[in-house]
């Protein structure tokens, strides 16, 4: 009873500093969740992320969780589209702070798209209206097929638009991890500048570096670390570094089309094929908390996420090769320089590279 007593008085204290400093009590929103203590999330400030289908939903839960056993003091919040069911969304709104439905914003841009070999990147400039959320100042906006590893909050004290180098071209910013200002007029140019100037590959990333231009060269302080924002595949193509500082990650990317949740498990394990590019300690701690925390929520067996409208890579890979055959050995390439598997002597050598280079710059063929 005194106990009770006394934390009534320390909140009590608290909300009136907090009157006095301009805010009201709804400002502050308190969550006890996962077996952490009640903390005082800031209102203000707030990590977002967004899921289109249930499939992503998945991936937003399992990030979701992972957000709050590192103890976040930031508010969560997830965008979501028309293709997330009720039950879906009900799951959401148990892990995150705010759970908004935005409407599909599509790039309609079929030819870099199909380059890309990712069809369906073209919903990802919905991620655009996380700049609508004006009732915070300042976001960290995180893929939901990220894991958050160690607390991150830090992110917070950067400014925008801040984001870590992209390893298949470091002078352009990766869009699965940044920080930005929520802010109308923000979003209206980003509208704009996706009339006028398209994305260079279809999707948020090309559009936001085309907007963002001047990150390269700007403000070095705004060049992430990669420990924010690691590509699991990469500890197959630099294992030196990954050996030296993989243990200071504190997010993983799991990039490409073969996402955790359309993995098989057995017995609580991940039943990883061999020709898997993933770091299986990142992949097998985002299945630990998708058992521990998501699946006892879940209808479905965690060995049959398939029937959540999963649509599997292989047949992704059917319907957009047979139509482009030159899209498959593109394809093939990447996945080849992902796994640290380069042709110098063949294919991949200097001389091939150069007049790649020199057709895409001068148009020399």
Same mark, same amino acid.
């Given at each position: 009873?005194?106990?009770?007593?006394?934390?009534?008085?320390?909140?009590?204290?608290?909300?009136?500093?907090?009157?006095?400093?301009?805010c009201q009590r709804n400002d502050v929103t308190s969550f006890q969740r996962d077996g952490i203590e009640a903390k005082y999330a800031l209102a203000d400030e707030a990590?977002?992320? /967004?899921?289109?289908?249930?499939?992503?939903?998945?991936?937003?839960?399992?990030?979701?969780?992972s957000l709050r056993i590192v103890q976040t003091s930031r508010s969560l919040v997830i965008l979501v589209t028309a293709g997330v069911t009720a039950d879906m969304r009900s799951q959401l709104a148990s892990v995150f702070d705010l759970v908004q439905e935005v409407g599909e914003i599509n790039s309609q841009d079929?030819?870099?798209?199909t380059i890309l070999t990712r069809p369906?990147?073209?919903?990802?400039?919905?991620?655009?209206q996380c700049w609508k959320l004006i009732q915070f100042q300042k976001c960290v906006f995180l893929d939901a097929d990220t894991l958050v590893l160690?607390?991150?909050?830090? +992110? @917070?004290?950067?400014?925008? +638009?801040?984001?870590?180098?992209?390893?298949?071209?470091?002078?352009?910013?990766?869009?699965?991890?940044?920080?930005?200002?929520?802010?109308?007029?923000?979003?209206?140019? +980003?509208?704009?500048?996706?009339?006028?100037?398209?994305? @260079?590959?279809?999707?948020? &990333?090309?559009?936001?570096?085309?907007f963002f231009q001047d990150w390269a060269t700007k403000d070095i302080s705004r060049h992430l670390s990669f420990l924010y924002n690691m590509n699991s595949n990469a500890c197959y193509t630099y294992l030196p570094a990954f050996k030296r500082f993989g243990n200071e990650v504190k997010i993983v990317h799991f990039l490409g089309e073969m996402k955790p949740w359309m993995y098989k498990v057995s017995e609580g394990k991940v039943v990883k094929p061999?020709?898997? &590019?993933?770091?299986?300690?990142?992949?097998?701690?985002?299945?630990?908390?998708?058992?521990?925390?998501? &699946?006892?929520?879940?209808?479905i067996?965690?060995?049959?996420?398939?029937?959540?409208?999963? %649509?599997?890579?292989?047949?992704?890979?059917?319907?957009?090769?047979?139509?482009?055959?030159?899209?498959?050995? /593109?394809?093939?390439? &990447? %996945?080849?320089? %992902?796994?640290?598997?380069?042709?110098?002597?063949?294919?991949?050598?200097? %001389?091939?590279?150069?007049?790649?280079?020199?057709?895409?710059?001068?148009?020399?063929?």
């Open positions: 009873m005194l106990l009770n007593i006394g934390l009534n008085l320390v909140d009590t204290v608290f909300c009136s500093v907090w009157r006095f400093l301009g990590f977002v992320t /967004l899921a289109t289908d249930d499939s992503y939903s998945l991936g937003a839960l399992v990030l979701g969780h079929e030819a870099n798209l369906e990147l073209g919903v990802t400039l919905t991620k655009l160690r607390n991150c909050d830090e +992110l @917070f004290n950067r400014e925008e +638009l801040s984001a870590a180098p992209d390893i298949g071209w470091p002078d352009c910013f990766n869009s699965g991890v940044f920080v930005f200002k929520p802010s109308d007029e923000t979003y209206k140019a +980003l509208v704009k500048c996706a009339k006028e100037k398209g994305s @260079f590959d279809g999707g948020d &990333q090309g559009l936001l570096n085309l061999h020709q898997s &590019q993933y770091y299986s300690d990142h992949l097998q701690y985002w299945w630990d908390l998708f058992l521990s925390h998501v &699946q006892p929520h879940q209808d067996p965690s060995n049959d996420l398939g029937k959540i409208k999963l %649509e599997l890579p292989e047949e992704r890979k059917s319907s957009v090769f047979q139509d482009h055959p030159m899209a498959l050995n /593109l394809h093939s390439r &990447q %996945e080849a320089w %992902e796994k640290g598997q380069i042709d110098y002597m063949g294919v991949d050598c200097f %001389e091939n590279i150069r007049q790649k280079l020199d057709s895409k710059i001068y148009g020399i063929k």
